[in-house]
């Protein structure tokens, strides 16, 4: 949680050289969906902080979670298991 705020942010660490936007969104999506489904009272947002390998000060990345990219990682899943399904 941060100072001033109510509910808990989630926070993921990447160690990758640049960030991905489509990638990190839906991955924040998702985390955001996963946390909130398991019962937890999070904000709107996920935060990546992106460590550099030289050591400098880290780069903060904020997502907030919409329904555009929900519903993209939802039709990420259904196209999974369409392709894996081996019946």
């Known amino acids: 949680r941060f100072p001033g705020q109510d509910q808990l942010t989630l926070i993921d660490y990447k160690t990758s050289r640049k ?21 937890w009272d999070i904000e709107n947002r996920v935060v990546f ?9 880290a780069n903060l990345y904020h997502y907030k979670i919409g329904k555009e990219v929900m519903d993209a990682c939802f039709s ?8 894996n399904d081996k019946s």
């Open 19 to 39: 960030e991905i936007p489509k990638i990190w969104d839906m991955q924040a999506a998702f985390y955001h969906y996963l946390a909130t489904k398991a019962g």
């Open 49 to 57: 902080v992106q460590l550099l390998p030289d050591g400098k000060r």
């Open 76 to 83: 990420a899943v259904k196209t999974f298991r369409f392709m």
